[in-house]
Nanobody
Framework: QVQLVESGGGLVQAGDSLSLSCTASGRAFSTYTLGWFRQAPGKEREFVAAISGRGGNKDSDEGRFAISRDNSKNMLYLHVNSLKPEDTAIYYC?????????????????WGQGTQVTVSS
């Protein structure tokens, strides 16, 4: 069982950068593939970035997204550069079992409650 809590969201200007954090509690944190997803109003949840258990493999939907993790602190991070109004969404962190399924919400077993990111133009 893993509990996830996101933080770092807020209102930012287009062109700014933003860092999100996800704090995890529970055992065997380093065995989980971790991901970031986002969901805008009226849209489906979409993949943003993922990282394998020990951090050796990463994937992101755009070069503006940088994912990292610190297994010693049970933390997951997302840094986003050059924010755009279309990045406005609720951002969720998730923990799952297989890096192969990293781009699919169904590949994750645990989800945080999300943090709102709003980008003004």
């Amino acid at each position: 069982q893993v509990q996830l809590v996101e933080s770092g969201g807020g209102l930012v200007q287009a062109g700014d950068s933003l860092s999100l954090s996800c704090t995890a509690s529970g055992r065997a944190f380093s065995t989980y593939t971790l991901g970031w997803f986002r969901q805008a109003p009226g849209k489906e949840r979409e993949f943003v970035a993922a990282i394998s258990g020990r951090g050796g493999n990463k994937d992101s939907d755009e070069g503006r997204f940088a994912i990292s993790r610190d297994n010693s602190k049970n933390m997951l991070y997302l840094h986003v550069n050059s924010l755009k109004p279309e990045d406005t969404a609720i951002y969720y962190c998730a923990a799952g079992g297989n890096f192969r399924d990293r781009r699919f919400p169904g590949g994750y077993d645990y989800w945080g409650q999300g943090t709102q990111v709003t980008v003004s133009s």
